[in-house]
């Protein structure tokens, strides 16, 4: 009988630096949790001649071969991120009959179903919870506690970076440039922030999200996606008169047999759990047929909150491990459609410069009633005297994104329009 | 082999009528996730001649020995509350072999230790995650996604009614007795209000989630508890003007190789994240090691988020029952002190009044430096010209409650002091 379990880890840098950290600190607590010490026994970097701190020289090696040659490896964690060569790596590993922890949002986002039909095949277990939202439990309450639950909607934000930017935006009236540089200066943003700002990042997580909530396979390009790029200080100002704030959500919702998924920016009503969201943080709000709304947030990113995921997963393949317990991780996915951006409904706010002339409004609302979109609000916030022109602020009633593009086409085609300046969802 | 699992509910109020609702809506799909139907078998009333909705009269009985003298029941489900007789109801379940689920935070504070361990000698499993938090996951986070982490503190709001109640003070600045009617009114509050205002129901679910997180057999009874009938609407004005709301905190924390435990109404940052959890939502903070601070809210009570906690549990023993799982739910204790409120060290908040004279102030800072307290700030807000008094709100560093009560009760003694208003923790 061993007297340890095994680790393999791939990848050794900011989070993985983390997770050889907390094993060392950790050490005793988690032996008398698992009923073994965790030892690690294999790490896969690019330059086995760099030394590593806290890591035994001798436990290096840049070949996959030899991490998955070594018959005591019984957990690979895999921190590389990235799609390739991750997806192969881990493939390899469940292959080989090794359990896998990852953190890989891409990986789980675009191949997380095969993975996980063959971590099945070979009776090992795959997990992820540190792929969404860094260190917040959301895996196991989705898994366990919640599943007296139908779940109907899942509302998150889950990209620190640009929720870092919209608070700033919110707070300080800053436009998206500076807050952009800003948040670079700060490091919380990368030198091509385009995964963050377009939402490619957030998309990944939300495909994973939604299978776990309601049990359907989402790949990320059935996310409806929209950037926060074109967002100005002005929507914000616009959005404060309105009770509003502005977030990132990522949404998924059970709608008429189907899902829909979106990541954009939103307004969301200021006294929403979801709009004191700020900063660095995230949050996931499970909506359920009886527990109605329950939020979880806390620090989505970093070493330590991602160690403190990924650990969490490693103790719990562990403890099967040492009890000899065969895995059951097996979500049955319902075969349920992805409804395509045309068909989601929400409210929206329109933003638009028109000429100063009467009768202007007159048009926009008849083309919008005309695909019958109703007004909720109209505001005529600004006016330029020079260039004769009056900033707009329409807020819908619920209506289908195919309607919507219809009659923005045609608003922009009207000669007294000057441009549809922004156009953002509404939560609620 | 049997073709369901049997269970029994004891108690068909409100909450348990909602745990026979879910049990009827969503039979197909727990009998799914379970293996095999939940059939409810036996149901414990007072009176077994009052029909009851969408219950067999024939499956009602006044006696628990019917209950537990019927085989096919295996999952006892206990919704009666209060200690007796819920408490002998349950151990003669335990020892009689079932599994119970209950919701019943007063027996699980001030008995879950013995009922426990009474479960682990038959074999059986005792969950409670309905009796803290209504339906917000709080157990399986703490034992699972947490693990990797040593949990330093717990901070929370768990008491819907008195959240209901301050938060009414702070946003339309109204006094106690207003704000007790009006939850009165609405049914948040109870005839007797005294359990929810005294915080003796938010320090049972403290004790419960102490042991959880710790480790640390609390009892109720070493739970410091400060009510919040002296809280008046000038406290939340003050605290307001000094950039922090006012909230009744259950907080655990480790400290010095012990634990304090302690209810109490607490000045709180208003960019804090638990500032912001208003109305009757209940909230629990989690701070560990790794991960930081991770923050859970939801519908702290209510038939259906109770029920959506009960059902979990249930399902989770069953899926136990339908394996021929051993369950493994002991949590071994760990010994160490629960420190006495004197021990305790936090900030404070005073308001005195005094007569507005010359040499006040020094004479109250110069007792409060004897004690080695160092004050953080002092504003004098409101004078009375006629009486020729003044009202000094001062904050605090930290120090301990056995400095402070010395402190205070020399201050007392103060001729220029005409009394002390108030005295509130501050959080941070």
């Known amino acids: 009988?061993?007297?340890?379990?095994?680790?393999?880890?791939?990848?050794p840098g900011n989070v993985g630096a983390g997770v050889v950290a907390a094993l060392r600190n950790g050490a005793a607590r988690y032996a008398q949790q698992v009923g073994r010490p965790l030892e690690l026994r294999r790490v896969l970097v690019r330059d086995a001649s760099k030394p590593r701190d806290g890591i035994d020289a001798a436990i290096l090696t840049t070949s996959i071969d030899d991490v998955l040659g070594d018959p005591s490896v019984e957990i690979v964690i895999e921190l590389m991120g990235g799609e390739h060569p991750a997806r192969e790596y881990i493939q390899a590993a469940l292959e080989s009959g090794r359990h896998v922890v990852t953190a890989n949002k891409e990986v789980m986002a675009k191949c997380g179903r095969e993975l996980l039909a063959i971590a099945a095949q070979h009776h090992v277990r795959l997990l992820y919870e540190a792929s969404v939202g860094g260190g917040i439990p959301v895996i196991s309450p989705l898994s366990r506690d919640l599943l007296a639950n139908e779940i109907t909607a899942v509302t998150a934000i889950i990209n620190g970076t640009t929720n870092y930017m919209l608070t700033g935006m919110a707070q300080q009236g800053t436009d998206y440039a500076v807050a952009l540089a800003e948040a670079q200066r700060l490091g919380y943003a990368e030198p091509d922030p385009t995964a963050d700002v377009e939402?490619?990042?957030a998309s990944y997580k939300l495909a994973i999200l939604c299978g776990l909530a309601f049990h359907v396979a989402v790949a990320p390009d059935q996310v409806a996606r929209q950037g926060i790029t074109r967002l100005g200080a002005r929507d914000f100002r616009y959005a404060d008169a309105l009770g509003y704030t502005i977030k990132l959500l990522a949404t998924g919702r059970l709608l008429d047999g189907g899902v829909v998924a979106s990541v954009q920016p939103t307004l969301i009503a200021k006294d929403e759990p979801l709009a004191k969201v700020d900063g660095v943080l995230n949050a996931v709000q499970i909506e359920g047929d009886l527990v109605g709304r329950v939020l979880f947030q806390g620090r989505g990113a970093g070493a330590n909150p991602t160690s403190s995921a990924v650990l969490a997963d490693v103790i719990?393949?562990?403890?099967?491990?040492?009890?000899?317990?065969?895995?059951?991780?097996?979500?049955?996915?319902r075969a349920i459609?992805?409804?395509?951006?045309?068909?989601?409904?929400?409210?929206?706010?329109?933003?638009?410069?028109?000429?100063?002339?009467?009768n202007v409004l007159a048009r926009i609302a008849g083309i919008l009633g005309g695909r019958e979109i109703s007004i909720a609000s109209v505001i005529q916030f600004e006016t330029d005297d020079d260039a004769r022109t009056a900033e707009l602020v329409i807020t819908?009633?619920?209506?289908?994104?195919?309607?919507?593009?219809?009659a923005l086409a045609e608003i922009r085609a009207l000669d007294v329009v000057v441009e549809v300046g922004n156009v953002l969802a509404m939560a609620g």
Chains 1, 2 share one sequence.
Not at 1 to 11: D, H, I, Q, R, Y
Not at 342 to 357: G, K, M, N
Not at 399 to 406: F, Q
């Open 1 to 11: 009988m061993p007297t340890s379990v095994g680790l393999a880890l791939l990848g």
């Open 337 to 358: 459609p992805v409804h395509p951006p045309a068909d989601h409904r929400s409210r929206y706010y329109l933003r638009v410069t028109v000429q100063d002339r009467p």
């Open 199 to 201: 939402g490619i990042d």
């Open 316 to 333: 719990d393949v562990a403890r099967d491990i040492v009890a000899g317990r065969t895995p059951t991780d097996g979500i049955e996915l």
């Open 396 to 406: 819908t009633h619920h209506a289908t994104g195919a309607a919507l593009d219809a």
